[in-house]
């Protein structure tokens, strides 16, 4: 039983160990939830001072709003922005309880700092999602396969377990003896 | 006339449905109220998940409880737990700050676990086996139904209709001591439990190490059991863990719609547990389980794929339906194959140690490959259904090998040839 718990941490590391290079979309979703925290909200994570200018400049009120204030967050598709070299265009649909809808997009680039990206700026106003504003990130085709032969691996580990316990436990003196 | 009737058995059914329904209740309640609870005493979402981590321990440390029932008997464990439960959750309704909440509701969830754990053991003991399954199905879905009440409760404003605020959530968990008061006197201990512990050869019997479960005449089914158990919850958990967040941040439902669809699915759902138990009465345990398992491979699969919201709702039901109905089978399958004098021991094992297990690994795995910065899948949804082909088809093979078909189980005589052997 230990084994297996050391096993299987072991894998959930080396899964977290093979995760990609950051995706925009997720930092750009993840800096407009935080707008959803009201006063708690730390935008500032996400890119500093310029992530916060963003945010004021995409819900002014954002501080003085109730928590959960904001009804649905959606970022669309990243692409390559106009005119510069390394940073991203994501489009984003915020949608308040109130039913008011706010579209617009957020620039990211490179964090000085390395690991990541950060917003650098974000304008309101006539941006609409390829994906149709659902999430643009997915499993690749390969990733299918692996659940299948992951699926007939666990199957096999397990048979083999139980069939030697079974075994052993139908005789105690092969257990005592290996 | 016998004193366990089909009355008692009812009245028997109606206190353990009690016991499971607060479960649900209690499980749903936290988070429901937390983001008051959090302005209230003055925390901070990382004080909150601290909460949350210290309180899913309270169910490991319920395994040491839960085992406790071969020794004191089913009846006083089934008692002490209740009480035990609603003095924790009248002291987290008192809460003066985030400790104290803590650690009532860590000992909350002790009690609750092992409540769990007993109340499924005093129906396979107590139901005729052509009733066993049917009893199963009814106790387990009230798990599911008292989680939909708390959203009911939120809907109609219950922490806004006293000065109590979230406080009045946890006061309604009171309202299993007067079950306790009306139940103490006319529950009865178990047959089985009586008859093993009153025949002088149950003397030589090991009644109270935790290890007696896994001696060589249970050990491969305990871990056959084990392992389906936690296949199984390792998805199902996932599931119910990560379904509003993929519906709001992927599907982009709003938040009150998401909500609406969980509880009608889940009051949809809960149909299947009672349609499991009436089969598996009919059919046996492993073939309803594995078309259960079928079911909530496809369905479940399917629900983390659909990202059109007419459709999400009865894609979501059935995926409920299945992998949430199947319980009923699973808690048979811990509980049937042993007999009396370990039985408890060979449940909580299952239950708080694999389950359990399955289940915080199952939630930590979809968000890890599903982090949609960072996961190396980027979507909870694909994360959930590669998860989901993973693990079930892996539950169906160990249970279709190595789980025993118990549907014609005699109680009586497999604890006899334990007594005689």
Redesign the interface.
């Known amino acids: 039983?230990r084994r297996a718990?050391t096993g299987?941490i072991l894998l959930?590391l080396v899964?977290?160990g093979?995760?990609?290079?950051?995706?925009p979309?997720?930092?750009v979703?993840?800096w407009l939830l935080s707008l959803n925290?009201g006063a708690?909200g730390t935008p500032d994570r996400y890119g500093g001072q310029a992530a916060v200018d963003a945010a004021n400049a995409v819900l002014p009120d954002w501080r003085t709003r109730d928590?959960?204030a904001l009804?649905?967050?959606?970022v669309g598709s990243a692409a390559p922005d106009r005119g510069a070299a390394v940073a991203q265009s994501v489009p984003f649909r915020i949608?308040t309880m109130d039913g008011e809808v706010i579209t617009g997009a957020a620039i990211v680039h490179p964090c000085p700092s390395g690991g990541?990206w950060c917003v650098e700026g974000a304008g309101t106003g006539g941006v609409e999602s390829t994906s149709d504003?659902?999430?643009p990130?997915?499993?690749h085709g390969w990733?299918?396969v692996?659940?299948?032969l992951?699926?007939v691996v666990?199957?096999l580990i397990?048979?083999v377990?139980?069939s030697v316990?079974?075994k052993?436990?139908?005789n105690?003196g092969s257990a005592a003896a290996t | 006339m016998s004193e366990r009737d089909d009355r008692y058995r009812r009245k028997l059914l109606f206190l353990l449905s009690s016991a499971t329904f607060f479960e649900g209740y209690d499980t749903f309640a936290l988070p429901f109220v937390l983001s008051l609870v959090l302005v209230d005493l003055g925390a901070s979402e990382r004080a909150a998940g601290v909460v949350r981590a210290v309180t899913a321990i309270g169910t490991v440390v319920a395994f040491f409880l839960a085992a406790r029932a071969d020794r004191v008997g089913r009846k006083r464990l089934l008692l002490v737990t209740i009480v035990g439960y609603t003095i924790a959750t009248a002291a987290t309704a008192a809460s003066p700050g985030l400790i104290w909440l803590t650690v009532a509701q860590f000992l909350a969830q002790v009690f609750l676990g092992a409540e769990w754990a007993v109340a499924i053991t005093i129906v396979v003991e107590e139901f005729p086996r052509e009733h066993r399954g049917r009893a199963l199905g009814i106790v387990t879905s009230m798990n599911t139904l008292g989680a939909i009440f708390v959203g009911v409760l939120a809907a109609i404003g219950l922490q806004d209709l006293t000065s109590l605020g979230w406080r009045a959530f946890f006061l309604v968990g009171l309202v299993p001591l007067l079950l306790v008061a009306r139940g103490r006197r006319s529950m009865f201990e178990t047959e089985r439990y009586e008859a093993v512990r009153g025949d002088d050869r149950s003397e030589r019997l090991d009644h109270a190490s935790l290890l007696e479960a896994w001696k060589p005449a249970y050990r491969a089914t305990v871990l056959a059991v084990g392992l389906v158990t936690f296949f199984r919850f390792f998805v199902v958990s996932a599931g119910a863990f990560w379904w509003p967040y993929f519906a709001q941040q992927e599907v982009g439902m709003s938040v009150s719609l998401s909500g609406l669809y969980l509880a009608a699915a889940g009051l949809l759902g809960a149909a299947g547990f009672l349609v499991a138990g009436r089969m598996m009465d009919r059919f046996g345990r492993k073939p309803v389980f594995l078309v259960y398992m079928a079911g909530a491979l496809v369905f479940g699969t399917w629900t983390f794929q659909v990202h059109d919201t007419g459709l999400m709702l009865p894609v979501l039901c059935a995926g409920i339906f299945f992998g949430l109905g199947s319980v009923a089978m699973t808690s048979a399958f811990s509980t049937e194959p042993f007999p009396t004098y370990v039985r408890s021991r060979a449940a909580a094992w299952c239950r708080n140690a694999f389950e359990v297990l399955g289940g915080v690994l199952g939630a930590l795995t979809v968000g890890i490959l599903g982090d949609h910065v960072s996961g190396p899948v980027g979507s909870i949804g694909d994360a959930m259904s590669l998860v989901t082909i993973a693990m079930l088809p892996a539950a169906m093979v160990v249970c279709w090998l190595f789980v025993p078909e118990t549907n014609a189980e005699d109680m009586a005589a497999m604890d006899e040839a334990v007594l005689v052997g």
């Not at chain 1, 009804?71 to 959606?74: E, G, K, L």
């Open positions: 039983m718990t299987v959930l899964l977290a093979c995760a990609s290079s950051q995706r979309e997720g930092l979703e993840r925290q708690a928590p959960g009804d649905r967050v959606q949608e990541g504003w659902t999430w990130a997915g499993a990733a299918w692996c659940a299948v992951a699926t666990l199957a397990a048979v377990i139980v316990v079974r052993t436990a139908a105690p």
